[in-house]
């Protein structure tokens, strides 16, 4: 038996019936806060599964509108397009970002030709997915040079605005191409078109699935760490923020997102900026098949996606997002 005055404050009486903890729930998910990734290849009448992602599929362009589609009825404001570019067409340049009839400069055509303005497209801007050495930029000794190229990147991003792109999302991590981006585009009469800078991205091990995905795994040469930040890190990522702001960044992303909690807080409380979060395919892989395995249940998926909102992400990139409804509900 408990003597003496028992506390007058009880903090369970606020949690005793659904109706209250729903009442003084401090936060919450719907659909507007998710972005769906879309994985594109070559070819006709194609959805390609990824052995490393259960669930997630490429697809050629006649098939995209079923993604599109389900974007739309699941009520997701942006989707996300990733080319996995044929081996025949990478070059240590990378190039074939700079082609006008790229995988992603047909998808954004024929999006935006079907669709309107229905559905926001964001498009990563990187080398990565072209070049065969899998980096995101011109290589030289093992060294990504910088300044030849962002001269790259400002290229390929005026090519996907002039597709119709909404939101470029430079990826790469280069030092000052968005302040050299966003001129270029202001020059060109895209002064309208958003910026979403990957200004804190990882040199993470969660990325593997990804590069499968891309088709990008095979090729890589050595690691990204000459350019990537160091995951020992934290008031780095304050800097590159500041900088990307200051360059005209509308918006900046946290990479990977769940090993990086508490990097996304530290973002939001020392800058008012939206902040978005992706839920890197390591993530997501490691998720689902513990899922597929029986050995966790379905609500770590929830759990996982309100703890981005917890830390302070206004908006989540996650391979879960064309299943939303269901996993709120």
């Known amino acids: 038996m408990i003597t003496g005055k028992f506390p007058a404050l009880r ?10 903890r729903r009442l003084v729930e401090e936060n919450n998910l719907s659909p507007n806060d998710f972005i769906l990734p879309i994985f594109l290849i070559d070819g006709k009448n194609k959805k390609q599964s990824i052995k490393s992602m259960p669930g997630v599929y490429r697809y050629t362009l006649d098939k995209v509108s079923i993604m599109i589609d389900k974007a739309l009825k699941e ?17 240590i ?17 024929l999006i935006k030709k079907k669709y309107k303005s229905e559905i926001g497209i964001m498009c990563d801007v990187a080398l990565d997915p072209y070049t065969s050495h899998g980096h ?25 605005a002039q597709m119709g792109c909404d939101v470029l999302a430079p990826s790469d991590m280069m030092d000052g191409r968005i302040g050299h981006i966003r001129k270029t585009l202001d020059e060109n009469g895209f002064k309208m078109t958003q910026i979403l800078s990957y200004a804190v991205k990882y040199a993470s091990s969660f990325y593997s699935p990804f590069r499968d995905a891309v088709g ?6 050595g690691d990204k760490k000459n350019y990537q930040m160091d995951f020992r890190n934290s008031d780095e990522a304050l800097r590159e923020i500041a900088l990307d702001i200051r360059e005209g960044a509308d918006m900046v992303m946290v990479k990977p997102g769940l090993p990086y909690l508490d990097i996304i807080k530290k973002v939001k409380e020392n800058f008012k900026i939206p902040v978005m979060a992706y839920q890197v395919s390591g993530e997501y892989s490691l998720l689902q098949n513990a899922i597929n395995n029986k050995l966790v249940d379905e609500n770590v998926i929830l759990e996982s996606l309100i703890a981005f909102k ?16 269901k996993i709120l509900t």
């Open 11 to 20: 903090l369970r009486r606020s949690r005793k019936n659904d109706w209250s």
């Open 75 to 91: 009520g997701l404001p942006m989707i996300a397009l990733f080319p996995y570019t044929d081996k025949k067409k990478k070059n």
């Open 93 to 109: 340049t990378g190039s074939e970002a700079l082609n006008c009839d790229n995988l992603v400069c047909k998808a954004i055509q």
């Open 136 to 160: 995101d930029g011109l290589l030289n000794k093992k060294y990504v040079l910088n300044d030849e190229t962002v001269e790259m990147l400002i290229a390929q991003s005026l090519l996907q």
């Open 216 to 221: 990008s795994k095979g090729n890589l040469k």
């Open 310 to 325: 917890r830390a302070g992400a206004n908006a989540i990139v996650t391979y879960y997002a064309d299943r939303i409804k």
